[in-house]
């Protein structure tokens, strides 16, 4: 079939109004979607960036590349963008905004001038956080302990803090927005039951991100205004209590990481189905196990504190909180797993990072529950075990589920398809490139090594060469992405509404949908991932070079 | 229509849990060192204005009132009357303000604000000799300012709401068909009513013995 030859292209949310203040200004979900995606992997450049200079310096044993004070500026902002400006973001502000209308038949989110007064918020936040960033940074840590942050650095807490508090509150109304929708906005026949669970993952995740996120943003205020007025709520030499603010804080910053994960785990629960050709295992299991994690995430915020001089008791019961709230994610894991079983499975791009979520958020995971147990957390706390462990997760996990899912949907959100055989590739490289950077950190941490130490005793450096080796290997393969999906938007096959025969509504419109997402509102009266009723794909067509797609046109 | 109004509804509902949440952050570190340091906590709010407090209940109660009566004349179609209570909403949010104004200055009179030139010179209820921890003191003002201080901070966004209902109610715009932002910015305006009836006793009835 002749892939180029298109005569008049179809009216869609991209083509519908051009200039930059059709897109400043635009209510579109699918429009925003984009605004994110484009600031998302702005800052996941910065935060990129300064991962690559931490894993420069820990080349050697001795701090030679940068000085003590400047290395704790790094790693802060590091964590800081990543977390508030990348990962908390990602996958909700760019997948999520785009397909929670689409799957669940509606026309744009409930709020859509909220939703783009969201994006701003982070913007502002973004602007502010960068501008901190170039006029000195700051030091503390991402986790602002008190009372370092609030008494004795000399960095500019103040004005990062005000920028995370501005990012959480386009993080708290991006939730609102989710709730809302799904709850009233559903098309008809589109029960509850019948959601893809993608939403299911979105709902928990929106219901953390609202009650989770005003936490840290009082706790925010009030170091905040302990700094600038000098207070004592958190300084034992001012009558206060600095374990106050770890609580407050990580009643958040639990969560908060529940928030980067359960929707990467809703883009594999998207994907893991389709590229096995049969329905979801236990669709109710994984529903409520998403549920599950929300409410659970909740309880456990302490297992962050067991060496901060909480109680034995409290840690005790934080500890069995942490051993529990792994149960959902396993369940989530068996509930894949069995979805493979006897399934006709495609190693496709998608595919792959979801087999590298599945394996790498498994170990992470384990990990884990390494860290929950007491007697090994005293020994591998504050060490690169942790660092490790979360990595795992925040990288081995939800990047993947991100990237995945950017894959997955590509062909929705710019009507091409990415050229195949590369994605494939940079999918195996991007794996190979995670191993390398982060297993030889749980030996490291397993050994001794200290996180946030610019310097290290000389019998380190192997491992940490070769962790700074996969970091390159890394970097590659997420370029690599970049630089094709862009390639795609000009010369990438065009796609079809449905590429990959998938379920879900989305499929249904038009490859990219419509300003209003469907021409004819739709009406469901199937059930989620009904498979045996969707005939697979034709094996695509190889890659088409360059010059036989301009013959082509 | 109906399924805007749900929808707004429920993400004002939302909005509010959001806000219970960062109030109660401030709430938990209250909690925690009134067990700690109860009797600097009960000089401390026993030094605090119970007059003007009390007062300022009653201006808030009847300003939720006003709104009720606002959102109940828009049900039934006075326009006159939605304005007249929708104003009366402001006057009475703009007495509460200025009357914390009022209480905030005596603070700073009295030395009362955290910072370098803080010094508590109360009693502590049914023990008048013994020596107060002005550490101890401090932290229930540091408290005290920023919980009044966030809510206050509340109470401007509410008045500014407002004035802008109050002009468009005005202009008409609110009928018994439509009346939705009259009804969401009443509940907001509830819930930062509600919050300063858990602030009055938390903060000015600590240990009070008149």
């Known amino acids: 079939m002749a892939t180029t030859a298109v005569t008049a292209e179809r009216d869609n949310y991209l083509n519908q109004e051009y200039g930059i203040k059709t897109w400043l200004l635009t209510i579109d979900h699918k429009r925003i979607a984009l605004l994110y995606l484009l600031s998302i992997t702005f800052f996941f450049f910065i935060g990129g960036f300064f991962a690559l200079l931490i894993r420069l310096e820990l080349l050697t044993p001795a701090g030679d590349l940068v000085q003590a004070d400047t290395y704790n500026k790094l790693f802060t902002m590091h964590g800081q963008v990543m977390v508030f400006f990348f990962l908390i973001p990602s996958i909700p502000a760019v997948l999520g905004n785009f397909l929670v209308p689409l799957m669940i038949g509606a026309k744009d989110l409930a709020f859509p001038r909220i939703n783009l007064l969201s994006w701003y918020l982070y913007i502002i936040a973004g602007v502010l956080m960068l501008h901190c960033m170039l006029t000195g940074g700051v030091d503390t840590g991402w986790t602002f302990y008190t009372p370092f942050s609030t008494a004795f650095s000399n960095t500019k807490v103040i004005e990062a803090g005000l920028a995370i508090f501005i990012s959480g509150f386009s993080s708290i109304l991006t939730g609102l927005n989710f709730v809302v929708t799904i709850h009233r906005m559903r098309a008809p026949g589109m029960t509850w039951n019948r959601l893809p669970l993608f939403i299911w993952a979105h709902y928990a995740t929106s219901i953390i991100q609202l009650l989770g996120t005003p936490v840290i943003a009082v706790t925010l205020v009030l170091v905040v205004l302990e700094r600038a007025l000098h207070l004592g709520i958190f300084d034992p030499t001012r009558g206060g209590d600095p374990l106050l603010f770890q609580h407050l804080f990580w009643f958040y910053s639990h969560p908060a990481v529940y928030i980067m994960i359960l929707p990467a785990m809703g883009v594999v629960t998207e994907i893991v189905p389709c590229f096995s050709r049969k329905r979801i295992f236990g669709y109710q299991f994984v529903a409520m196990s998403s549920i599950g994690i929300a409410v659970l995430g909740f309880l456990v915020w302490a297992h962050h504190m067991f060496v901060a001089g909480i109680s034995l008791y409290a840690a005790l019961i934080f500890s069995a909180l942490s051993y529990l709230v792994a149960v959902p994610s396993a369940i989530k894991v068996f509930n894949w797993t069995a979805t493979m079983y006897k399934g006709s499975i495609t190693f496709s791009t998608p595919m792959l990072y979801a087999f590298g979520f599945i394996g790498l958020f498994t170990m992470g995971g384990l990990t884990g529950l390494f860290l929950a147990a007491l007697g090994i957390d005293v020994h591998v706390t504050d060490t690169y075990f942790v660092i490790a462990h979360f990595h795992y997760i925040m990288v081995g996990g939800a990047v993947m589920g991100y990237l995945g899912g950017m894959h997955f949907w590509w062909p929705k959100i710019s009507g091409r398809m990415y050229p195949e055989s590369l994605g494939r590739l940079a999918a195996l490289i991007v794996f190979l490139g995670f191993n390398l950077t982060f297993f030889p950190q749980f030996i490291l941490g397993y050994l001794g090594m200290p996180r946030r130490y610019w310097q290290y005793p000389p019998e380190f450096q192997v491992l940490n060469v070769l962790s700074t080796a996969g970091s390159t290997i890394l970097a590659v393969g997420y370029l690599l992405p970049m630089v094709y999906f862009l390639w795609s938007m000009r010369y990438g096959k065009i796609a079809p509404a449905n590429p990959w025969a998938a379920s879900g509504l989305e499929w249904k419109t038009s490859s990219p949908p419509p300003t209003f997402n469907f021409d004819h509102p739709a009406v469901v009266d199937w059930e989620a991932y009904d498979y045996e009723n969707i005939p697979a794909p034709e094996i695509p067509a190889p890659p088409i070079s360059a010059e036989e797609a301009r013959i082509a046109r | ?210």
């Not at chain 2, 000089?43 to 006003?66: E, F, K, Q, R, W």
């Not at chain 2, 005596?106 to 508590?120: L, Y």
């Not at chain 2, 932290?139 to 809510?151: E, R």
Request: overall charge neutral.
């Open chain 2, 1 to 210: 229509m109906e399924q805007q109004r749900d929808a707004s509804s429920l993400g004002m509902w939302l909005f509010l849990a959001t806000e219970i949440m960062f109030f109660g952050g401030m709430f938990c570190a209250y909690l925690i060192y009134r067990l700690w340091y109860f009797p600097e906590f009960a000089a401390a709010s026993n030094s605090l204005d119970i007059t003007l407090g009390t007062v300022n209940t009653a201006v808030l109660i009847c300003s939720s009132l006003t709104v009720v009566l606002a959102v109940h004349a828009a049900q039934i179609g006075k326009r006159q009357a939605q304005v007249i209570y929708l104003a009366l909403t402001l006057v009475l949010g703009l007495a509460f303000l200025g009357i914390k104004a009022v209480e905030w200055t005596s603070k700073f009179r009295e030395h009362h604000i955290p910072g370098t030139s803080f010094h508590f010179e109360g009693e502590i209820p049914g023990h008048p000799g013994q020596p107060v921890d002005q550490q101890h003191a401090q932290i229930f003002f540091s408290l005290y300012f920023a919980m009044t201080g966030m809510h206050a901070l509340h109470m401007i966004i509410g008045v500014g709401i407002f004035s802008y209902l109050l002009y468009y109610a005005w202009r008409g715009r609110y009928t018994p068909e439509y009346h939705t932002p009259l009804e969401n910015s009443g509940l907001y305006w509830h819930f930062v009513d509600i919050v300063w009836i858990y602030l009055f006793p938390l903060l000015y009835l600590i240990d009070r013995k008149k």
